[in-house]
């Protein structure tokens, strides 16, 4: 079953600690100052926790963040009521409640107390980040647009994994597949969905182009300050072997294998012809749907030097060393047992 809270991230550092805290839609950063919580019953658990060192590092670095997390679910239950991601929209996420709390002594009695929940602001959840991109988007005929508040979180066990990627629902039922733009992946994001926009632009997708079809990009905020949050792709059904070339079991079919080279081949040529690179070649990257068919997925360009040489990352040269490798020296390797 999964768990109604969870911790997404933090830090105890020599004079505090520091827990992001997710229930529900609800963030929660909790800090504690160690100098604010001595001569408390709290503190003496707390900070002989934080003394179970190894080499001045702590053994299990989760287990300060966990004991944080427990000692104010009580009070955090109260202010985020609602403890599951399961059909909230997406805009919910965007704009998730934030309390910045803080856990202090009182003064008396050896008693803490936790500090902040008058005060809430309004921030992405799970590392969104979107942006204005209104420049970029200016140059194609037609973008079609979908707001955050008709995208529904479809399944909430991910949330716990970091991140709401995967499977969406929208307002008449049907289901996409939703990446988002995140911090530290903005260059990612930006460089797919500029891909993604020329392949839509052009036409591409085709038996002979079998590549991420971009359904519509996703918005938030007031026409003002419009951002983008994400794109919503349609949505491949896997295979029953697996969904993309790294599940264990689509490594038996042997026999499968070179029409599945063909047709990432034959997609790459298509791509290039229209001045497009895939730079990203990698085994995650290629999704086999329910016919057995292959299709090139992630624009993201974040290179794999196991597949391509950091030196040809995003070149053409570098889209064939990685299917050559892929398909000519990972796949067999993998079939044969070989570990990875
Ligand atoms: N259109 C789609 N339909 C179904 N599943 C998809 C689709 N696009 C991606 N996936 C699944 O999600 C996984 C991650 O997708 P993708 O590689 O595009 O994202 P990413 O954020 O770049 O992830 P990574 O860092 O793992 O490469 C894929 O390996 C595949 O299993
Ligand atoms: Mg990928």
């Given at each position: ?17 520091w ?9 929660f950063n909790v800090t504690v100052h160690?100098?604010k919580i001595?001569?408390t019953?709290f ?25 944080i997390?427990?000692y104010c679910?009580?009070f955090i239950?109260k202010l ?19 309390y910045e709390l803080e856990i202090l002594g009182t003064g008396?009695?050896?008693a803490v107390e936790i500090i902040g929940s008058e005060t809430c ?220």
């Open positions: 079953m999964t768990e109604p809270h969870s911790v997404q991230g933090g830090c105890a550092e020599q004079d505090k600690t827990v992001m805290i997710m229930r529900g839609y609800t963030q160690h100098d001595t001569n019953t503190g003496t658990s707390y900070l002989a926790l934080l003394d179970k060192c190894e080499d001045g590092r702590l053994i299990d670095h989760m287990e300060p963040l966990h004991f997390c427990e679910m009580p239950e985020a009521p609602v403890n599951s991601l399961r059909g909230c929209s997406l805009e919910e996420l965007v704009r998730s409640p934030t008396s009695d050896g602001t309004f921030t992405p959840a799970f590392s969104i980040f979107p942006s204005r991109l209104h420049e970029q988007l200016a140059s194609y005929t037609s973008v079609p647009d979908i707001q955050t508040r008709d995208v529904a979180v479809h399944v909430d066990d991910r949330a716990h994994s970091g991140t709401v990627q995967g499977t969406v629902r929208l307002e008449a039922g049907k289901l996409k597949f939703l990446k988002l733009r995140m911090y530290v992946r903005e260059r990612e994001f930006d460089r797919e969905l500029r891909i993604l926009l020329n392949i839509r632009e052009r036409g591409l997708v085709s038996a002979e182009c079998r590549v991420s079809r971009l359904h519509a990009i996703v918005l938030s905020g007031s026409a003002e300050e419009e951002c983008i949050v994400g794109v919503l792709l349609d949505l491949i059904s896997p295979s029953s072997f697996g969904i993309d070339l790294l599940s264990p079991q689509i490594w038996s079919p042997t026999t499968l294998h070179p029409k599945w080279q063909q047709q990432v081949g034959d997609t790459v040529e298509v791509l290039h012809a229209n001045g497009i690179i895939w730079g990203d070649v990698n085994a995650g990257n290629v999704i086999i749907d329910e016919t057995l068919d292959a299709w090139v997925i992630d624009f993201g360009g974040n290179n794999n030097p196991v597949f391509v040489d950091n030196d040809k990352a995003e070149t053409i040269e570098g889209d064939w060393q990685g299917i050559g490798r892929l398909f000519g020296e990972w796949l067999p390797a993998r079939t044969k047992g070989e570990p990875q």
